[in-house]
Each structure stands twice: as C-alpha cells, then as structure tokens.
Antibody, heavy 121, light 110 residues
Framework: QVQLVESGGGVVQPGGSLRLPCAASGFTFSSYGMHWVRQAPGKGLEWVAF????????NYADSVKGRFTISRDNSKNTLYLHMNSLRPEDTAVYYC??????????????WGRGTMVTVSS | QSALTQPRSVSGSPGQSVTISCTGT?????????VSWYQQHPGKAPKLMIYDVNKRPSGVPDRFSGSKSGNTASLTISGLQAEDDADYYC??????????FGGGTELTVL
C-alpha cells in the first residue's frame, strides 16, 4: 500500500543540525514531487519545502530558506530534510507528503505520520 | 508568504451545512485555481478532501464540496456527521513552487 514513513526526529540544541529521512513505498517515487510540511504544537500547518520528481527544482518557505535543504535519493525511494542552525521556533511535527502530480500546483495526496523535532537547550 | 485567512472556529448540528472560508490576496492564489482542503483529526496526519478548488479525491464523500470566487475559497460540508468534527486547512499554490496554508478552522459538530 502507498506509505510514507518519517524518522530522525528528536531533541536538539539551538544552533544544532538534524536530518530527517522519509521512506516511500507503494508508488513510483521517482515520478512525483515531494513536500515537507510542519506543525508546531497546537498550531496550524506550514508548508516548508518542495522538490521536483527529478530533483531539478526546489523551493522553501521564507522561514527556513538558507537553513534547511530538501533532497531525494530516487534509488532508495527516500526523501530528506537537512536542517541546520535550528531555532526553538522550528519545534514541530514534520510531515513528508507526496505531491499529487495532477497539475503544476499539485496538492498533497499522501501524508506520513510525522516525526517530532524539539529544539531546546 | 503570509498565511491564508480562515475563521478560527465554526460549528453546526448533525444534518446541517457549514461553510469555511479561506481568504488571501491575488499573489497568495497566484492566479491559479489550485486550492486544496485538508481534514485533520487530533493526533493524526492531514487528509486531502478537495483539490483544484472543487474536485474530490476517490473515497471522499460528496457531502464535501469546494468553490472559489475572487480571492476567497470556500469548503462546504453538507449533512454534517459526528466524524466531520476536526480541523480543516485550506492551501493554495502561489506559483514558483511555493505553497501557502490557511491558519486552520476548528469544526465542532454540536
């Protein structure tokens, strides 16, 4: 079945780094764009980053630009989020989501369960 | 990249209809009709309910419908059921591989 499984979350000090993998299965990973979306405790959803199916284009929310990097390894069916210079306001559940691919401004049709990142000293 | 504006909460009784609005600027919507809506129950991942303003993915009841007029998109849920009690988020493609979510609306089924 179609599935996304995030991992790599945990507690990290301000200024620290973390890498979140997202393992995909049940669909042709290399054919779809992918997203990271986060949700701070008790808050709403915030789109974080997107990468095209072949990695040729990426973009980021202003709040993480220059600190986070999205990447993918299509040979391993895995999406990544590399997070540097972490701040307390980056504390959130991080979801990976599959782009529907139905149009250039695709929606998020499959979501993982999320992984919690806590930035605290 | 500011969030789209949604009411914080709405409520309705079983069987009634409710509408949740989602307002932005022309740049938020990017001149596209790529608005989607997500349902999220507590502690769960979001679920796609509407895409491309008014299309329903397979498996989503036809009680859920979407529309857009100018810079305001709307989600209407008719024949409210207890399981519709959840948070709802709108999202729009703003162009240049950027997406923006609304702040979310808590729907209470009385």
């Amino acid at each position: 079945q179609v599935q996304l499984v995030e991992s790599g979350g945990g507690v990290v000090q301000p200024g620290g780094s973390l890498r979140l993998p997202c393992a995909a299965s049940g669909f042709t990973f290399s054919s779809y764009g992918m997203h990271w979306v986060r949700q701070a405790p008790g808050k709403g959803l915030e789109w974080v980053a997107f990468i095209r199916y072949d990695g040729s284009n990426k973009n980021y929310a202003d709040s993480v630009k220059g600190r986070f990097t999205i990447s993918r390894d299509n040979s391993k069916n895995t999406l990544y989020l590399h997070m540097n210079s972490l701040r307390p306001e980056d504390t959130a559940v991080y979801y990976c989501a599959k782009d529907s691919g139905w149009n250039p401004g695709g929606s998020f049709d499959i979501w993982g369960r999320g992984t919690m990142v806590t930035v605290s000293s | 990249q500011s969030a789209l504006t949604q009411p914080r909460s709405v409520s309705g009784s079983p069987g009634q209809s409710v509408t949740i609005s989602c307002t932005g600027t022309s740049s938020d919507f990017g001149g596209y009709n790529y608005v989607s809506w997500y349902q999220q129950h507590p502690g769960k991942a979001p679920k796609l309910m509407i895409y491309d303003v008014n299309k329903r993915p397979s498996g989503v009841p036809d009680r859920f419908s979407g529309s857009k007029s100018g810079n305001t998109a709307s989600l209407t849920i008719s024949g409210l059921q207890a399981e519709d009690d959840a948070d709802y988020y709108c999202c729009s493609y703003a162009g240049s591989y950027i997406w923006v979510f609304g702040g979310g609306t808590e729907l209470t089924v009385l």
